[in-house]
Protein backbone atom coordinates (compact mmCIF):
# COMPACT_ATOMS: atom_id res chain seq x y z
CA UNK A 1 0.00 0.00 0.00
CA UNK A 2 1.63 3.14 -1.43
CA UNK A 3 2.26 6.10 1.54
CA UNK A 4 -0.36 9.14 1.47
CA UNK A 5 0.88 12.47 0.30
CA UNK A 6 0.57 13.96 4.20
CA UNK A 7 -1.06 12.27 7.52
CA UNK A 8 -3.59 14.43 9.20
CA UNK A 9 -3.54 14.70 12.67
CA UNK A 10 -6.54 16.47 14.34
CA UNK A 11 -7.09 16.20 18.07
CA UNK A 12 -9.92 17.26 20.04
CA UNK A 13 -10.38 19.23 23.12
CA UNK A 14 -11.95 19.04 26.27
CA UNK A 15 -15.52 17.66 26.93
CA UNK A 16 -15.58 16.00 23.37
CA UNK A 17 -14.56 13.03 21.73
CA UNK A 18 -13.08 12.63 17.87
CA UNK A 19 -15.85 11.56 16.34
CA UNK A 20 -16.99 14.90 14.70
CA UNK A 21 -13.36 16.16 13.97
CA UNK A 22 -12.48 12.64 12.22
CA UNK A 23 -15.61 13.31 9.73
CA UNK A 24 -14.70 17.14 9.31
CA UNK A 25 -11.07 15.99 8.26
CA UNK A 26 -12.04 13.31 6.13
CA UNK A 27 -14.60 15.74 4.02
CA UNK A 28 -11.70 18.39 4.67
CA UNK A 29 -8.52 16.48 3.05
CA UNK A 30 -9.98 13.12 1.54
CA UNK A 31 -6.81 12.19 -0.22
CA UNK A 32 -5.12 12.52 2.84
CA UNK A 33 -4.76 9.60 5.76
CA UNK A 34 -6.79 11.01 8.56
CA UNK A 35 -6.21 10.29 12.60
CA UNK A 36 -8.26 11.86 15.11
CA UNK A 37 -7.65 9.97 18.59
CA UNK A 38 -10.50 9.38 20.36
CA UNK A 39 -9.31 10.66 24.36
CA UNK A 40 -12.34 9.88 25.82
CA UNK A 41 -14.71 12.67 26.75
CA UNK A 42 -14.64 12.21 30.96
CA UNK A 43 -10.87 11.89 30.84
CA UNK A 44 -10.99 15.10 29.45
CA UNK A 45 -12.18 16.67 32.79
CA UNK A 46 -9.04 15.04 34.77
CA UNK A 47 -5.50 15.44 34.05
CA UNK A 48 -3.93 16.62 30.82
CA UNK A 49 -0.67 14.15 31.03
CA UNK A 50 -2.49 10.85 30.75
CA UNK A 51 -3.59 12.33 27.08
CA UNK A 52 -0.64 13.58 26.12
CA UNK A 53 1.10 10.79 26.83
CA UNK A 54 -1.83 8.62 25.05
CA UNK A 55 -1.54 10.80 21.66
CA UNK A 56 2.42 10.87 22.02
CA UNK A 57 2.19 6.60 21.58
CA UNK A 58 0.38 7.08 18.48
CA UNK A 59 2.01 9.30 16.88
CA UNK A 60 5.38 7.44 17.59
CA UNK A 61 3.65 4.11 16.24
CA UNK A 62 2.63 6.66 12.93
CA UNK A 63 6.12 8.00 12.36
CA UNK A 64 7.53 4.91 12.35
CA UNK A 65 5.18 3.35 10.13
CA UNK A 66 5.38 6.22 7.55
CA UNK A 67 8.49 8.46 8.20
CA UNK A 68 9.09 10.05 5.47
CA UNK A 69 5.27 11.16 5.14
CA UNK A 70 5.10 14.99 6.27
CA UNK A 71 2.00 15.60 8.96
CA UNK A 72 -0.39 18.47 8.95
CA UNK A 73 -1.95 18.84 12.56
CA UNK A 74 -5.11 20.34 13.94
CA UNK A 75 -5.78 20.94 16.89
CA UNK A 76 -9.06 22.28 18.78
CA UNK A 77 -9.15 23.87 21.93
CA UNK A 78 -7.40 21.75 23.98
CA UNK A 79 -6.06 19.23 21.75
CA UNK A 80 -4.08 22.23 20.30
CA UNK A 81 -2.45 22.50 23.52
CA UNK A 82 -1.37 18.92 23.42
CA UNK A 83 0.27 19.33 20.37
CA UNK A 84 2.49 21.89 21.83
CA UNK A 85 3.48 19.96 24.59
CA UNK A 86 4.02 16.74 22.37
CA UNK A 87 6.17 18.96 20.17
CA UNK A 88 8.25 20.42 23.02
CA UNK A 89 9.00 17.18 24.36
CA UNK A 90 10.00 15.63 20.66
CA UNK A 91 11.96 18.70 19.14
CA UNK A 92 12.66 16.64 16.16
CA UNK A 93 8.95 16.06 15.07
CA UNK A 94 8.89 19.50 14.52
CA UNK A 95 10.65 18.24 10.70
CA UNK A 96 7.61 16.21 9.70
CA UNK A 97 5.42 18.55 10.32
CA UNK A 98 3.64 20.81 7.24
CA UNK A 99 2.00 22.79 9.18
CA UNK A 100 -0.03 23.50 12.52
CA UNK A 101 -3.56 25.16 13.29
CA UNK A 102 -4.59 25.72 16.61
CA UNK A 103 -8.51 26.16 16.74
CA UNK A 104 -9.60 28.05 19.97
CA UNK A 105 -6.93 26.70 22.03
CA UNK A 106 -6.04 29.16 24.90
CA UNK A 107 -2.24 29.37 24.47
CA UNK A 108 -2.03 32.26 27.04
CA UNK A 109 -4.01 30.18 29.39
CA UNK A 110 -8.00 29.81 30.11
CA UNK A 111 -9.65 32.39 31.94
CA UNK A 112 -12.32 30.00 33.27
CA UNK A 113 -9.75 27.69 34.41
CA UNK A 114 -7.83 30.35 36.69
CA UNK A 115 -11.11 31.24 37.80
CA UNK A 116 -12.08 27.62 39.14
CA UNK A 117 -8.34 27.26 40.65
CA UNK A 118 -6.91 30.64 40.82
CA UNK A 119 -4.12 28.96 43.27
CA UNK A 120 -2.97 26.02 41.16
CA UNK A 121 -4.33 23.21 43.41
CA UNK A 122 -4.68 21.13 40.86
CA UNK A 123 -8.77 20.64 40.21
CA UNK A 124 -9.53 18.82 37.85
CA UNK A 125 -8.49 19.74 34.09
CA UNK A 126 -8.37 23.49 35.02
CA UNK A 127 -5.00 23.34 36.64
CA UNK A 128 -3.75 22.52 32.96
CA UNK A 129 -5.30 24.94 31.14
CA UNK A 130 -4.84 27.85 32.97
CA UNK A 131 -1.18 27.78 32.11
CA UNK A 132 0.51 30.03 30.19
CA UNK A 133 1.96 28.87 27.13
CA UNK A 134 2.38 31.74 24.71
CA UNK A 135 6.20 30.89 25.20
CA UNK A 136 6.36 27.86 24.34
CA UNK A 137 3.93 28.40 21.08
CA UNK A 138 6.13 30.96 19.78
CA UNK A 139 9.57 28.91 19.91
CA UNK A 140 7.30 25.94 17.95
CA UNK A 141 6.19 28.93 15.47
CA UNK A 142 8.62 30.00 14.21
CA UNK A 143 9.84 26.04 13.63
CA UNK A 144 6.34 25.17 11.86
CA UNK A 145 3.97 27.37 10.02
CA UNK A 146 1.23 27.77 12.49
CA UNK A 147 -2.38 29.13 11.53
CA UNK A 148 -4.51 30.67 14.67
CA UNK A 149 -7.90 30.94 14.16
CA UNK A 150 -10.60 32.21 16.95
CA UNK A 151 -13.84 32.07 17.04
CA UNK A 152 -15.45 35.83 18.48
CA UNK A 153 -19.41 35.93 19.28
CA UNK A 154 -19.17 38.45 22.32
CA UNK A 155 -16.57 40.99 20.90
CA UNK A 156 -13.90 39.08 22.45
CA UNK A 157 -14.63 35.30 23.06
CA UNK A 158 -16.16 32.23 21.58
CA UNK A 159 -18.47 31.86 24.73
CA UNK A 160 -15.51 29.89 26.04
CA UNK A 161 -12.26 30.88 25.17
CA UNK A 162 -10.78 34.86 25.14
CA UNK A 163 -9.48 35.65 21.65
CA UNK A 164 -6.84 37.18 23.27
CA UNK A 165 -5.65 33.96 25.00
CA UNK A 166 -5.41 32.41 21.40
CA UNK A 167 -2.92 35.25 20.04
CA UNK A 168 0.85 34.82 19.52
CA UNK A 169 3.67 36.57 17.75
CA UNK A 170 5.02 33.91 14.36
CA UNK A 171 1.21 32.71 13.62
CA UNK A 172 -1.26 34.16 11.34
CA UNK A 173 -4.33 34.77 12.54
CA UNK A 174 -8.08 34.30 11.47
CA UNK A 175 -11.10 35.73 13.28
CA UNK A 176 -14.58 34.13 12.88
CA UNK A 177 -17.88 34.75 14.02
CA UNK A 178 -18.22 30.91 15.27
CA UNK A 179 -18.70 29.55 19.19
CA UNK A 180 -16.00 27.08 20.73
CA UNK A 181 -18.10 23.93 20.07
CA UNK A 182 -18.58 24.46 16.29
CA UNK A 183 -15.11 25.14 15.94
CA UNK A 184 -13.75 21.92 15.92
CA UNK A 185 -15.44 20.94 12.80
CA UNK A 186 -18.08 23.85 11.47
CA UNK A 187 -17.30 23.77 7.30
CA UNK A 188 -16.97 27.61 7.06
CA UNK A 189 -13.14 26.31 8.54
CA UNK A 190 -12.15 24.17 5.18
CA UNK A 191 -11.55 27.25 2.81
CA UNK A 192 -9.56 28.99 5.24
CA UNK A 193 -7.37 26.05 6.26
CA UNK A 194 -7.17 24.76 2.32
CA UNK A 195 -5.85 28.65 1.78
CA UNK A 196 -3.32 28.14 4.53
CA UNK A 197 -2.15 24.89 3.35
CA UNK A 198 -1.55 26.05 0.08
CA UNK A 199 0.94 28.81 1.47
CA UNK A 200 2.16 27.80 5.07
CA UNK A 201 4.64 30.69 5.89
CA UNK A 202 6.36 31.54 9.34
CA UNK A 203 4.90 35.00 9.71
CA UNK A 204 7.06 38.01 11.25
CA UNK A 205 6.29 38.93 14.66
CA UNK A 206 4.65 42.39 15.50
CA UNK A 207 6.54 45.55 14.76
CA UNK A 208 7.90 47.22 18.10
CA UNK A 209 5.50 49.75 19.30
CA UNK A 210 5.03 51.24 22.85
CA UNK A 211 1.33 49.17 22.80
CA UNK A 212 3.49 45.70 22.35
CA UNK A 213 5.94 46.59 24.67
CA UNK A 214 3.76 47.18 27.40
CA UNK A 215 1.65 44.14 26.68
CA UNK A 216 4.72 42.15 26.69
CA UNK A 217 5.60 43.67 30.26
CA UNK A 218 1.98 43.05 31.63
CA UNK A 219 2.08 39.24 29.90
CA UNK A 220 5.53 38.69 32.29
CA UNK A 221 3.81 39.11 35.40
CA UNK A 222 3.50 36.19 37.54
CA UNK A 223 -0.25 34.54 37.30
CA UNK A 224 -1.71 36.84 34.87
CA UNK A 225 -4.20 35.82 32.82
CA UNK A 226 -6.28 37.73 29.59
CA UNK A 227 -9.18 39.17 30.56
CA UNK A 228 -12.42 40.14 28.83
CA UNK A 229 -12.85 43.13 27.34
CA UNK A 230 -16.55 43.73 28.61
CA UNK A 231 -15.06 44.98 31.93
CA UNK A 232 -13.03 47.74 30.22
CA UNK A 233 -15.54 49.93 30.49
CA UNK A 234 -16.06 49.20 34.43
CA UNK A 235 -12.50 50.25 34.83
CA UNK A 236 -10.99 53.98 35.84
CA UNK A 237 -8.10 55.82 34.43
CA UNK A 238 -4.82 55.70 36.66
CA UNK A 239 -2.66 57.72 34.25
CA UNK A 240 -1.95 58.12 30.78
CA UNK A 241 1.15 56.16 29.33
CA UNK A 242 1.48 58.53 26.19
CA UNK A 243 1.22 57.83 22.40
CA UNK A 244 -2.52 58.58 23.48
CA UNK A 245 -2.62 55.05 25.80
CA UNK A 246 -3.97 54.84 29.00
CA UNK A 247 -3.50 52.69 31.92
CA UNK A 248 -6.60 51.45 33.40
CA UNK A 249 -8.02 49.60 36.44
CA UNK A 250 -10.68 47.48 38.02
CA UNK A 251 -11.70 44.96 40.87
CA UNK A 252 -14.00 42.95 40.47
CA UNK A 253 -16.74 41.77 43.64
CA UNK A 254 -14.19 38.88 44.56
CA UNK A 255 -11.26 42.12 44.70
CA UNK A 256 -9.70 40.07 41.80
CA UNK A 257 -7.01 43.22 40.20
CA UNK A 258 -8.20 43.62 36.20
CA UNK A 259 -5.90 46.29 34.48
CA UNK A 260 -6.18 47.39 31.28
CA UNK A 261 -4.45 49.48 28.35
CA UNK A 262 -6.89 51.69 26.07
CA UNK A 263 -6.39 53.77 23.70
CA UNK A 264 -7.93 57.72 23.24
CA UNK A 265 -10.88 56.62 21.24
CA UNK A 266 -11.90 54.81 24.25
CA UNK A 267 -10.78 51.26 22.69
CA UNK A 268 -9.39 48.43 24.70
CA UNK A 269 -5.96 47.00 24.08
CA UNK A 270 -5.03 44.67 26.43
CA UNK A 271 -6.62 43.35 29.66
CA UNK A 272 -5.48 40.78 32.12
CA UNK A 273 -5.95 39.71 35.74
CA UNK A 274 -4.58 38.79 38.87
CA UNK A 275 -5.91 36.22 41.82
CA UNK A 276 -4.92 37.88 45.63
CA UNK A 277 -1.44 35.96 45.65
CA UNK A 278 -0.13 37.71 42.53
CA UNK A 279 -1.62 41.17 43.39
CA UNK A 280 1.87 42.74 44.40
CA UNK A 281 3.78 41.24 41.44
CA UNK A 282 1.11 43.37 39.23
CA UNK A 283 1.77 46.35 41.22
CA UNK A 284 5.13 46.66 40.89
CA UNK A 285 5.18 45.73 37.20
CA UNK A 286 2.50 48.68 36.86
CA UNK A 287 4.80 50.79 38.92
CA UNK A 288 7.35 50.34 36.33
CA UNK A 289 5.34 50.71 33.10
CA UNK A 290 4.45 54.52 35.13
CA UNK A 291 7.89 55.58 35.58
CA UNK A 292 8.98 54.23 32.61
CA UNK A 293 6.54 56.39 31.09
CA UNK A 294 6.70 59.45 33.09
CA UNK A 295 3.24 58.76 34.62
CA UNK A 296 2.77 59.69 38.68
CA UNK A 297 3.06 57.24 41.34
CA UNK A 298 -0.08 54.99 42.34
CA UNK A 299 -0.86 52.12 44.47
CA UNK A 300 -3.51 49.52 43.17
CA UNK A 301 -5.72 50.28 45.74
CA UNK A 302 -5.35 54.28 45.46
Known sequence: MPSPDFILYLQHGWADTSDAMQQFGEIL??????????????????????????????????????????????????????????????????????????????????????????????????RDLGINRRALAEKIAQQIPT???????????????????????????????????????????????????????????????????LIQQLRQVEGITDAHPRDFPRSQKITNLGDGLELRLWKNALGVTHVFLGDKQGQCLYGGFVGWKDASGLEQCLEEIVRQCGGREWGIDN
Open 29 to 126: APHHLVIAPNLGWLKTWLRLEPLITQVESQVTATLEQYPTTPLRVIGHSMGGIIWLELLNRHPAWCSHLHSLILLASPIGGADAARIIDPFGLGIGIA
Open 147 to 213: LVIAGDIDQGSDGTILVASTQFDYSQFIRVELPHPQLNAHPDLIPLIQAFWENPVISPPSPPSLVCT
